[in-house]
């Protein structure tokens, strides 16, 4: 992989994590207490990830319209790797990934793709996509 690849990776895996650490510590107080109690927070939270991480348009759905949690964690970069990349241009790269369940018995695996987009020397997450094996193609997910 080349320098600015790398980067973008990086900033991929960053960006799981921060999403793992903000579901991980809000998926049990939503549990303990309903999400109305911590929705506030949960947002203000999420919103500083978004505008860190995430490529900078109007987002009408996911979890800014409501945000929400569960268990497994959406993105976790421990459970997620990278198995293709590619570089479209200088400033945008495409990874594919398998995000394996953490403990589903028999193991449960799906394919990711994440678009990175360079702007301003910052890598930026934007798009998900999943791979549906029933339409045979890649269909868009909400971040």
């Not at 900033?11 to 650490?21: D, G, H, T």
């Not at 970069?77 to 790269?93: F, M, N």
Request: hydrophobic fraction near 35%; include cysteine.
């Amino acid at each position: 992989m080349s320098a600015e690849t790398d980067k973008a990776s990086a900033a991929l895996l960053e960006f799981m994590s921060a999403m793992k650490e903000w579901e991980n510590k809000f998926a049990p107080l939503y549990k303990q207490d309903g999400a109305l109690v911590h929705a506030g927070q949960a947002k203000i939270e999420l919103q500083a990830i978004y505008e860190k991480y995430l490529t900078k348009r109007e987002r009408k759905y996911g979890r800014m319209a409501g945000p929400s949690v569960g268990w497994p964690p959406e993105f976790d970069p421990d459970a997620e790797k990278i198995v293709a990349t590619q570089s479209v241009d200088d400033r945008k790269v495409i990874f594919e990934t398998l995000w394996t369940h953490p403990t589903a018995v028999p193991t449960y695996t799906t394919q990711h793709r994440f678009t990175m987009v360079c702007k301003h020397g910052e890598w930026r997450l934007d798009r998900k996509e999943e791979y549906s094996s029933h339409q045979g193609k890649w269909t868009g997910r909400v971040l």
